[in-house]
């Protein structure tokens, strides 16, 4: 057994030593057992301690489960309202949608220059880029355009290149056009993600041609819908300039004592053409009475007298087919069903043909077989194989 620890009689050493330092005990067999009163005080606190926890313990189960419940029963007593409520669905995005003080900037403006400026100004709201193509010397070219950065003025003039989409805008039929097509590159616009080309049409004819697109980093949706929308109601507004002046008739104007909005101001380019090119001329009726009179329009959109020969062609050939098909339905149903065509009305299209070389001069006649084209459209519905003449 070790001897006790003795307690140094140095008064110095004592006094060095902190006070509420307790020696440790080197043996528990030193410990002086505890007396029975303070076990069984022990006891009772601890007896105590264990009934307070089984308490908590038991109200704590009965709270999680009212919680439960009333989560089942009536959710709405417990979480907010606006979990709650049903998710809003998101309105569709839908596509053609031209507002109303679009049409009023477009049929209020007072030349044709003024009308197809704010016609590409409303287009940029729907595109990040459009231009205006019009012939000239034999091809499209652009005219005026909107959105370019000042590195493709160069090619302003640029001709679009003739292909197989070009041809069929000149038809009437719009074209989406998949990305690095050869019209968006000679356009300055190589980085076009998509991009549309829509006939612009006055009265009866392909007057123009109008070129959209959209790039990656662009922050306004790409609507060709609204587009093509905007192209016809200019094709409108450039006709009605010309009426305007032999019978006037009022604009499509707002309603009195609403303020203007920032839509109905005109663009900042609206009354000036674009550098280098001259100011278009009002459009102009034709002396000629009638629908060929009404067929001449001016400005940029103002066909070439050789345009106006082949629509004259193609017209013509229209009609004959169309003759063709009217006098000879039940033979024109069965030879599209067998292919056969040309083979049952062989002697009313060789009649069709004489009085189309008879009326229809030979350097026109020379620029395309357009009654061959009119019997496929109109006898054969756009199949050629089944007219059974080539």
Not at 11 to 37: G, Q, T
Not at 51 to 65: N, S, V
Not at 205 to 224: H, I, N
Not at 365 to 379: I, Q, T, W
Request: hydrophobic share 40%.
């Amino acid at each position: 057994m070790r001897p006790p620890i003795s307690i140094p009689a140095d008064p110095d050493a004592s006094a060095a030593r902190p006070r509420n330092i307790i020696e440790p005990v080197k043996d528990l067999r030193e410990i002086p057992p505890l007396r029975n009163d303070v076990r069984l005080r022990l006891r009772e606190r601890f007896s105590a301690l264990k009934a307070e926890l089984e308490r908590l313990r038991f109200e704590t189960d009965r709270r999680w489960e009212e919680l439960l419940a009333r989560l089942s029963e009536n959710p709405e007593e417990i979480l907010p309202e606006e979990l709650l409520r049903a998710p809003a669905e998101p309105r569709p995005v839908r596509g053609g949608t031209v507002s109303l003080s679009a049409a009023r900037r477009l049929d209020g403006a007072h030349d044709q220059v003024e009308v197809l400026s704010r016609f590409l100004e409303e287009c940029r709201r729907h595109a990040s880029r459009a231009a205006l193509l019009v012939e000239r010397n034999g091809g499209m070219r652009v005219w005026k355009r909107a959105g370019f950065d000042g590195a493709a003025d160069d090619r302003r003039d640029a001709a679009v290149p003739e292909d197989d989409a070009l041809a069929r805008v000149r038809e009437g039929f719009p074209q989406a056009l998949p990305t690095g097509n050869s019209i968006s590159a000679a356009l300055g616009a190589g980085d076009a993600v998509a991009a549309v080309l829509l006939p612009f049409p006055v009265r009866e004819s392909v007057s123009g041609a109008v070129y959209a697109d959209t790039v990656a980093e662009a922050r306004r949706a790409f609507d060709p819908e609204a587009i093509a929308l905007l192209t016809w109601l200019a094709g409108l507004a450039v006709d009605r300039l010309a009426a305007r002046k032999l019978v006037p008739s009022p604009a499509l104007r707002p309603f009195e004592g609403e303020s203007p909005t920032a839509a109905d101001q005109p663009p900042s380019f609206a009354s000036a053409p674009p550098p280098g090119s001259p100011a278009a001329p009002l459009p102009r009726e034709e002396p000629a009475s009638g629908a060929e009179g009404r067929g001449r329009v001016g400005g940029p959109l103002a066909p070439s007298r050789d345009d106006d020969r082949r629509n004259e062609a193609r017209r013509f050939a229209r009609l004959l087919a169309s003759e063709i098909k009217l006098y000879n339905e039940g033979a024109v149903r069965e030879g599209r069903e067998r292919g056969n065509l040309y083979f049952r009305l062989r002697e009313d299209i060789e009649r069709g043909r004489r009085l189309y070389e008879e009326r229809v001069p030979a350097d026109v006649r020379s620029n395309g077989d357009y009654y061959y084209e009119e019997l496929v459209e109109v006898l054969a519905e756009g199949r050629p194989e089944t007219l059974g003449m080539r």
